[in-house]
């Protein structure tokens, strides 16, 4: 009887080890997600200044995934020449016609699938509330934006913000556990 005793008492040792543990991984995969999201961000509003096209993640809040486009360049663009060839700068006028976005070539362009512990749960922009379908944040030439939060959780009692801010500031990502 001593030694059954024992044994259960090692079960629940480990088990109050445990429990925590796989807790705590599975809130800190939705902050990871929520992390490489906000880097997503970051990369769509950094290259849409570096090329001065528009650019934009898009969200699809029903297969739980997202991936970056870009707005091709426009038709009749001057070519990008090397400095060494110029005599004098080329002013041209802003590129404001754009066509169909494609996806950026490369990872950023894939589909991005977040892991089973991670709920898309809605987006806020310009005072509308996405939770379902397709949703983009789009980055203007100059990366500005309109401020939008993105909020992921894990189905239970943590909920992490993505916050794009409408200009050049980084993609803030903040959590909020039990609430």
Do not use: C
């Not at 796989?22 to 990369?43: M, P, S």
């Not at 379902?132 to 993105?150: H, K, M, N, Y």
């Amino acid at each position: 009887m001593i030694e059954m005793l024992a044994v259960l008492a090692i079960f629940f040792l480990i088990a109050a080890v445990i429990v925590p543990r796989i807790a705590r991984a599975t809130d800190q995969a939705v902050i990871d997600e929520a992390k490489r999201l906000g880097y997503a961000l970051d990369f769509a509003r950094e290259k849409a200044i570096a090329l001065a096209r528009p650019h934009r993640v898009v969200i699809d809040f029903d297969a739980r995934s997202y991936w970056t486009e870009e707005a091709p360049p426009a038709a009749g663009a001057p070519p990008l020449l090397a400095w060494s060839e110029l005599d004098e700068l080329p002013l041209v006028a802003p590129r404001d016609e754009a066509g169909e976005f494609v996806r950026v070539a490369g990872a950023p362009g894939l589909t991005t699938e977040l892991g089973p512990s991670t709920r898309l749960s809605h987006l806020e922009a310009g005072g509308d509330e996405i939770a379902s379908g397709l949703a983009a944040i789009e980055f203007a030439p100059d990366g500005e934006t309109p401020p939008a939060t993105l909020w992921l959780d894990n189905g239970a009692d943590l909920s992490v913000e993505v916050n794009v801010a409408a200009f050049s500031d980084p993609t803030l990502v903040t959590f909020h556990a039990g609430e």
